[in-house]
């Protein structure tokens, strides 16, 4: 007990102590845990040798903002990583690192990550995967990107910026820069490129947008409403939100090779934030025919049969199903609050896992461990982050401005 | 591009680029300036100054009278599309305008308050825009004359998370354009 007790202090120091590095290292986010679990792991992570970046660092960061492992001196820690750089061919670095249980004495990894110089926190991260998944037996995803809007000036005189930036919050780079609203950033399946909604012609249309070379498609520039692009499993398709002259919405799905156009919703209520099902063979999607919104679930076919998913409440939207598929993350309201909720699909049982009152935008990391979502604080849009046992919750907060509409990309190979 | 679309908002917009906070906090609802006009230019200064100069080049080509050139704002309840007997009159008082001026378009911007999910208020706006379009078609003007765009909550009016706030961004702005 008293163990646990100092061990929460101690956890504590080290976050406040994380929360001065990062600023520091002028992220445009910064990452404070806001709750986390009552005994994490206790690891202690040398400065790797010969490392002329603060790769162990980053390692240590990642790991201990987890808030599953608890940054340790060596005699409290249970495991200890050690590491060293040397150079590997055409300029790339090599990292080699250990993993050791201190209580058994057993090396549990021996392993080694080799990227350019300018990709070292991508290495760093790729460790912390490995020592997180190889001591507790299930994947993170230091590794992998985030996108988010960010939103800088004073209404009605706004800038809309799309940035993605690492899941930590830091390398952000600026991908589409507007005086008019970006909106429903999407990744791509295999990571390549965002699908988002901009109003730079004074109209909505759909882009598909390379992250790496910034070429960009216009996908669905009809007259009226072009929203709520989302992915199919297989990267080839767009579940999308159309409206019709009279300016009703429904649902439609886009062949992107083709440009074929499969209307799915045929209702004059609202009909949108369409997303597929883990596996491709339905949609969900927000509907308000039954007076307030909720969710309903349609096969990706024209004029498909409706069945509504969420019955708890008056105000159930916007859902993003889990990467194994049982589960849908979604905005509920609960009396004047809107709030994250997640909806266990074969139960039915609902859980509210934010505290806010503008929680909004819910997505699942791409190892289903976690929900990023939006959330309003102090009058500021803010990012956060809560572990889907609702025990870790972190705040990531823009230096300056608003961060709104994060979108967890998926696993790099 | 630029020259079709823009117009009257123009003078506003360069007086909200370059007016202060407080002139921003005292401007009455229906004087809160469109949306600045330019696209998506990494260089803020380029940005306003090339809009600036349109908004000078255009400013003469459609010239409301001043009880309309203030009142380009249909407000609108919580969860409603229901336009106000009040606004009905306004909205009349617009098709008027625009029975004597052939030339002339209007877009429809709707827009929502901060609440709720983004896209599904997309649909929200876009209600509001066609409650408004409807309304003009009833008044006489041709369909082919209105467009709408819902912006959501993504535009709002003004910052801020109070009922008072909330009620200056649930609208409908009326923006005229020339062809």
Known sequence: MIERIARALRYGLVT???????????????????????????????????????????????????????????????????????????????????LVNLLTGQRLLAEQVTAAPSAWRNAAHRIADRIYQRILGVRSAFATRIAYVAVDGVAPALRYRLVVADADGENPRTILDSRLPIMSPAWSPDGESIAYVSFETRSAAIYVQTVRTAARRRVSGRAGVNGAPAWSPDGKRLALTLS????????????????????????????????????????????????????????????????????SGSYNARARPSPDGRQLAHVTREGGAYRIAVLDLQSGAVRVLSKGTQDESPGFSPDGGTLIYAGRERGQDVLATVSTDGLIAQRLQATSGDVREPAWGPFRP | MFKKSLVLVLPLLVLAACSSTSRQEEAPPAEVAPPPAAVATPDDADA???????????????????????????????????????????????????????????RLEGHTDQRGSREYNIGLGERRAQAVRRALGLQGVAEARLSTVSYGEEQPAVGGEDEAANARNRRVELVYTAE
Not at chain 1, 34 to 51: E, L, N, Q, R, W
Not at chain 1, 276 to 287: E, I, Q
Request: charged residues 20%.
């Open chain 1, 16 to 98: 406040a102590a994380l929360a001065l590095v990062s600023t520091s290292a002028r992220a445009q986010l910064q990452v404070d845990i806001t709750s986390g679990v009552t005994a994490p792991v206790p690891i202690v992570i040398s400065a790797f040798t010969d490392d002329a970046q603060p790769s162990s660092a980053v390692v240590g960061q990642d790991l201990s903002r987890s808030g599953r492992f608890v940054l340790q001196e060596r005699t409290r820690a249970d495991y200890m990583v050690a590491g060293r750089a040397l150079p590997a061919a055409e300029g790339r670095i090599t990292i080699e690192f250990e």
């Open chain 1, 244 to 311: 019709s002259a009279a300016g009703n919405l429904d649902v439609h799905v886009l062949e992107l090779e083709s440009g074929t156009l499969t209307r799915v919703t045929e209702h004059p209520a609202i009909d949108t934030e369409p997303v597929w099902a883990s596996d491709g063979t339905a949609l969900f999607f927000t509907s308000d025919r039954a007076g307030g919104p909720q969710i309903y679930r349609a096969a990706p076919v024209a004029a498909a049969a409706v069945q509504r998913v969420s019955f």
């Open chain 2, 48 to 106: 306003m100054a090339s809009a600036g100069t349109v908004g000078e080049l255009n400013a003469r080509s459609v010239t409301l009278p001043p009880e309309l050139a203030d009142r380009r704002i249909i407000y609108f309840a919580f969860d409603s599309d229901a336009i106000s007997a009040e606004d009905q009159a306004l909205i009349a008082a617009h098709a008027r305008f625009m029975a004597g001026r052939t030339g002339v378009r209007l």
